[in-house]
Structures are given as structure tokens and as C-alpha cells.
């Protein structure tokens, strides 16, 4: 199965700070990847999928990037809200494999 | 509105079964595969596996061929995991998600509430 690796796997900015989460496959997977918010207790948000789509509804501070074997989700201006664990998935081969996930802490 | 209702908390003694519902309402529950997910706590998301509410037809992580089965009734747009032989270690809060297709990939774009699990004696 495709390893995939994020970074960090925490991170501690500021509410106004810029972002940047990478994931990286194990072997290329064109861009068929998707990025997950999820909040303690609540159930995973899709954010971005097909690497730099924006899901509806969610906030354009939110952007995606990358194809092949690393991606990057970038959070322009960090809001309070935004505090939660991200994960990337792929898609592009079976089975379906999370990252890690990157906790995203208060500063 | 899409929304995915799983059914409450169970808790189970080690080698039994547990049978988890997901309640689709606001689409046509035929038209999108639903995909399982569990998350230990404080651990990440795994994947476990998927079915098509329209055939029947299903796939599984291979940790977890053997003792999970996915299946539905569409007559109530409802689908079902169900895990067996469990261990302390299967004790997870386990997530239904649906499953949007986009060129040849798929995406999860609406998620279940969750349903813990405890696997204790």
C-alpha cells in the first residue's frame, strides 16, 4: 500500500499566521488527493480534494497544492476556528491511506 | 441536506460482535458508496472499507477481511459495518462517510457522528 507522510506532526502558530501542512505519497498519485479538518469529538471536514479543490463552503483561506507525490495545505490567515487536527488522503490506489495527521496548536 | 446518522455507543466483551448503523437521508441512497472509518482515540483515521448501497457490492482493508462484513437495506437507506471476533484493541469510535467521485478518485464528503465502541471485559 502508498505510505503517506505529513508534516509536521504538530505545529503551534498564531491566530493571523500562515499555514503550511505537507503530505507526501510514497509513490506518485497524480493529484488524487484529499485534506480532512477535524475537531476533537466531531467527525472529519473535507476541505480540499483533487489536491486544490475547494470543497463547498469552506473558507477560501484554505487552498491546496501539489501533484505526483507531495502536496501541500496552506491556511493563509489562521482564525480561531482553524485549531484541529488536518489529514490527507489518497485515493489514487486500493486501499484508500490517511496521513498521520498534523495537530495545529494555539501559540 | 445530506446527513448520515449512525446509531449510539455499544460496548461488548471480547470475541462478540457489533453491528453499526448509518442512516442516510437527503440524497438518493443509492447513488454514492459509503465507506467505513475508525479512529482509536487520540490515533489517527484507518480506513476499513467500502460498499456500493446499489449493487452490494463491498471492499475491505485487508487487517480486517474475515471479520467485517458491509452491508444495507436500502428500503430505509441504511448501512451497516459489522465487526467481529473483537478485541480490546478494535475499542474505537468508528465513522460512516460518504464517498463523492471526481474523475477516476473519490473523496469523503459528508461523515457519520461516529459510534464508539468499547471492547471490554
Known amino acids: 500500500a502508498i505510505q503517506m507522510t505529513q508534516s509536521p506532526s504538530s505545529l503551534s502558530a498564531s491566530v493571523g499566521d500562515r499555514v503550511t501542512i505537507t503530505c507526501r505519497a510514497s509513490?506518485?498519485?497524480?493529484?488524487?488527493l484529499g485534506w480532512y479538518q477535524q475537531k476533537p469529538g466531531k467527525a472529519p471536514k473535507l476541505l480540499i480534494y483533487?489536491?486544490?479543490s475547494l470543497q463547498s463552503g469552506v473558507p477560501s483561506r484554505f487552498s491546496g497544492s501539489g501533484s505526483g507525490t507531495d502536496f501541500t495545505l496552506t491556511i493563509s490567515s489562521l482564525q480561531p476556528e482553524d485549531f484541529a487536527t488536518y489529514y490527507c488522503?489518497?485515493?489514487?490506489?486500493?486501499?484508500?491511506?490517511f496521513g498521520q495527521g498534523t495537530k495545529l496548536e494555539i501559540k | 441536506q445530506v446527513q448520515l446518522v449512525q446509531s449510539g455507543a455499544e460496548v461488548k466483551k471480547p470475541g462478540a460482535s457489533v453491528k453499526v448503523s448509518c442512516k442516510a437521508s437527503?440524497?438518493?441512497?443509492?447513488?454514492?458508496?459509503i465507506n467505513w472509518v475508525r479512529q482509536a482515540t487520540g490515533q489517527g483515521l484507518e480506513w476499513m472499507g467500502w460498499?456500493?448501497?446499489?449493487?452490494?457490492?463491498?471492499g475491505y482493508a485487508q487487517k480486517f477481511q474475515g471479520r467485517v462484513t458491509m452491508t444495507r437495506n436500502t428500503s430505509i437507506s441504511t448501512a451497516y459495518m459489522e465487526l467481529s471476533s473483537l478485541r480490546s484493541e478494535d475499542t474505537a469510535v468508528y465513522y460512516c462517510?460518504?464517498?463523492?467521485?471526481?474523475?477516476?478518485?473519490?473523496?469523503?464528503?459528508?461523515w457519520g457522528q461516529g459510534t464508539l465502541v468499547t471492547v471490554s471485559s
Open positions: 488522503l489518497q485515493d489514487y490506489n486500493y486501499p484508500p491511506v
Open positions: 462517510a460518504r464517498a463523492y467521485y471526481y474523475d477516476s478518485s473519490a473523496c469523503f464528503d459528508y
Open positions: 437527503g440524497y438518493t441512497f443509492t447513488s454514492y458508496d
Open positions: 509513490q506518485g498519485i497524480r493529484n488524487d
Open positions: 483533487a489536491a486544490s
Open positions: 460498499m456500493n448501497p446499489n449493487s452490494g457490492n463491498t
